[in-house]
């Protein structure tokens, strides 16, 4: 049964590894605007605080908050390539699942997390490109494991609150919130985190409550390291009243059913949704501790249904949570006879072995309708149309879309400047609303543009 229980583990990583193992989608989009940023600030020694690669909104200003990630990237790329950081997001994905299991309760480690992993795996997969938010995961685990391991000590998940070795991971997390709060937008959620964490202890355990607002208060107060100080400790509040242009990923599930937009990543998080609510059932009637779990599992699944670019840190949110509802029910007398339990175990490591198949041959990448294809591929993006104007010496203004901008940035930065790039808050509201939307619904406004 061990050595059953170890293959299940390793071939569920492998499903893990193998789903986070795609082509490089964003080239077109973000990894080239990173790498050129993340030079930018390497060579100077500052975060520029304008938009800066733009000859329309030069001078606008632009709190970047995920300037350390793109020096990371920057430096990366120079080592290992752009194959090395498809290689680096996958093992900071695998880290952060690590975490995940490491957090739980032995009691939560086996069947519990192993039904909880699949559905979350499966919705994460939309949100695996090399970006900044890998780390935001790497991050969110870590609080998630110093949280759940400060609650749910061992040996027991019936320990106090804080009890023995469990409380250490907590001191570690303002140290984490300054890199977090450096590296990605949602740096926020680490504090949300340690606000439902502060009420859980109010409720359950007072006297913790003091330890528990101490790492609270810290934790927010390193937000405000970073080079934008107050600006760049909002950033993540403010940042979308200053979108002037609507992009999918910003979208709430209602609104892209509703204008029959069927992305097959919905469907898994509403399958998700079913599981996790499946899970609060079964806590509710065998437990009652547990306002930490279900005010962190009402949070992120309404940020999940409001943005699908949500979908990422509510997939690694609905992995532990589960797994610790569904470990207040331990079926002993159905699992009592060895026979059913290896071939339950069995069952589960076909079906993660099937999906792991699935990976590979890009079968489910189709049935998902995405363009992930397994591997280390990076797509040419716009390579030929830069060579073209390379080669024929052809100079600015650029006239490009939205979608190009990032790789025209990487490629053409700073002999060229763009038109516009995919960081709606770079730009201005009235340059979307009086400029590029109009541009693109009235021929002569086109016209106009393109002559200039």
Same mark, same amino acid.
């Given at each position: 049964m061990r050595l059953l229980r170890w293959i299940i583990l390793i071939v569920f990583f492998v499903l893990v590894a193998v789903m986070a193992t795609h082509? =490089?989608?964003?080239?077109?989009?973000?990894?080239?605007?990173? =790498?050129?940023?993340?030079?930018?600030?390497?060579?100077?020694?500052?975060?520029?605080?304008?938009? *800066? +690669?733009?000859?329309?909104? &030069?001078?606008? &200003?632009?709190?970047?908050?995920?300037?350390?990630?793109?020096?990371?990237?920057?430096?990366?790329?120079? *080592?290992?390539?752009?194959?090395? *950081?498809?290689i680096f997001k996958t093992a900071v994905i695998l880290a952060a699942f690590l975490l995940l299991l490491k957090s739980l309760p032995k009691t939560a480690r086996h069947w519990p997390f192993l039904l909880a992993? @699949? &559905?979350?795996?499966?919705?994460? $997969?939309?949100?695996?490109d090399v970006r900044p938010e890998i780390f935001s995961y790497l991050f969110l685990s870590y609080f998630l494991f110093a949280i759940i391991r400060a609650k749910y000590p061992e040996p027991s998940p019936?320990?106090?609150?804080?009890?023995?070795?469990?409380?250490?991971?907590?001191?570690?997390?303002?140290?984490?919130?300054?890199?977090?709060?450096?590296?990605?937008?949602?740096?926020?959620?680490?504090?949300v985190l340690l606000l439902f964490f502060l009420i859980d202890c109010g409720i359950h355990r007072r006297e913790q409550i003091r330890f528990a607002l101490k790492i609270f208060i810290a934790s927010c107060f390193v937000t405000l390291i970073n080079p934008n100080f107050i600006g760049g400790a909002l950033a993540p509040f403010n940042i979308l009243k200053r979108y002037g242009y609507s992009?999918?990923?910003?979208?709430?599930?209602?609104?892209?059913?509703?204008?029959?937009?069927? =992305?097959?990543?919905?469907?898994? +998080?509403?399958?998700?949704? %079913?599981? *996790? @609510?499946? $899970?609060?059932?079964?806590?509710?009637?065998?437990?009652?501790? %547990?306002?930490?779990?279900?005010?962190?599992?009402? +949070?992120?699944?309404?940020?999940a249904g409001k943005m699908i670019r949500n979908i990422g840190p509510y997939a690694l949110v609905f992995l532990p949570i589960t797994a610790l509802n569904f470990s207040a029910y331990q079926p002993k007398q159905i699992l009592a006879k060895r026979s059913v339990r290896i071939f339950l175990l069995s069952v589960y490591v076909i079906a993660a072995a099937f999906l792991v198949k699935g990976v590979v041959n890009d079968g489910l990448y189709h049935w998902m309708g995405r363009p992930d294809r397994f591997g280390l591929s990076i797509p040419v993006g716009a390579e030929a149309a830069v060579n073209f104007v390379k080669e024929n010496k052809i100079h600015g203004p650029v006239f490009n879309n939205f979608d190009v901008? $990032?790789?025209?940035?990487?490629?053409?930065?700073?002999?060229?400047?763009?038109f516009v790039d995919g960081r709606p808050e770079a730009y201005s509201v009235d340059f979307f609303e009086k400029i590029y939307k109009p541009m693109q619904e009235d021929p002569e406004l086109w016209r106009k543009y393109s002559k200039e």
């Open positions: 082509s =490089l989608n964003s080239i077109n989009q973000d990894i080239g605007r990173h =790498l050129k940023s993340g030079q930018i600030i390497w060579e100077t020694g500052r975060v520029y605080k304008t938009n *800066l +690669f733009s000859f329309t909104e &030069p001078n606008h &200003p632009f709190i970047n908050h995920h300037w350390l990630s793109e020096v990371v990237f920057y430096l990366l790329n120079g *080592l290992i390539g752009l194959k090395g *950081l498809i992993g @699949i &559905p979350a795996v499966l919705v994460l $997969s939309s949100r695996t019936t320990a106090s609150y804080g009890a023995g070795p469990g409380q250490r991971w907590l001191y570690a997390l303002p140290i984490v919130q300054i890199f977090w709060t450096n590296m990605h937008i949602y740096f926020a959620l680490g504090p992009i999918v990923e910003n979208q709430s599930i209602f609104f892209l059913t509703d204008r029959g937009v069927q =992305l097959r990543d919905i469907y898994m +998080f509403e399958l998700s949704l %079913i599981v *996790l @609510i499946i $899970s609060f059932i079964i806590a509710f009637k065998n437990r009652k501790k %547990i306002a930490f779990e279900f005010l962190v599992a009402v +949070f992120f699944t309404i940020l901008g $990032s790789f025209l940035i990487w490629k053409l930065y700073p002999e060229e400047k763009v």
